[in-house]
């Protein structure tokens, strides 16, 4: 598993997960850059995302839908605030309505990625704001923590797969 931590901080409405990788910044940045392999890894392996759109630019926005065992699909999206390649990258991550856009009055989470050479690779950080208690709550409630873990724990398989 790569998530080496998990920080759940009340206090700063901050979900906090970080994970060592066994690639170079560059290449743990493709997994975020490119979506065809954002959608091999940012679901967890129960509820895989497909990317139907992902415009990576400072003001570009993602629309992403998952797809549970049942057959549920919960959608989300995504509106890039700051990119500095590969370094750190700052997005808002909302839920989207059965349209694929963003449900009218739910305000997104505030979310950055952070990319550290570390060793034997990169320590990624993500760093996920919750704009109350109350969508903190909700958001854990739902998984969030669990499915991040497990989303981000596919990501060494995926680089692993690439370097061949």
Excluded: C
Aim: proline residues 7%; negative net charge; aromatic residues 10%.
């Amino acid at each position: 598993m790569t998530v080496i931590s998990t920080t759940k901080d009340a206090s700063k409405l901050a979900l906090t997960l970080v994970a060592e990788l066994d690639a170079g910044a560059d290449r743990v940045w493709e997994v975020w850059e490119d979506p065809r392999k954002l959608e091999r890894w940012w679901g967890p392996p129960t509820f895989p995302a497909t990317f139907t759109r992902h415009d990576f630019v400072v003001g570009g926005e993602s629309r992403y839908f998952m797809t549970g065992p049942d057959g549920e699909t919960p959608r989300g999206w995504w509106r890039i605030d700051a990119i500095d390649k590969p370094h750190r990258l700052e997005f808002a991550n909302g839920l989207a309505g059965e349209d694929g856009e963003p449900i009218p009055g739910v305000e997104p989470m505030p979310s950055y990625v952070t990319f550290e050479a570390i060793d034997d690779g990169t320590r990624m950080t993500v760093v996920t704001r919750f704009v109350s208690a109350e969508q903190m709550e909700t958001m854990l409630g739902m998984g969030m923590e669990e499915g991040m873990t497990q989303a981000i724990g596919q990501i060494d398989a995926l680089l692993s797969a690439d370097a061949v």
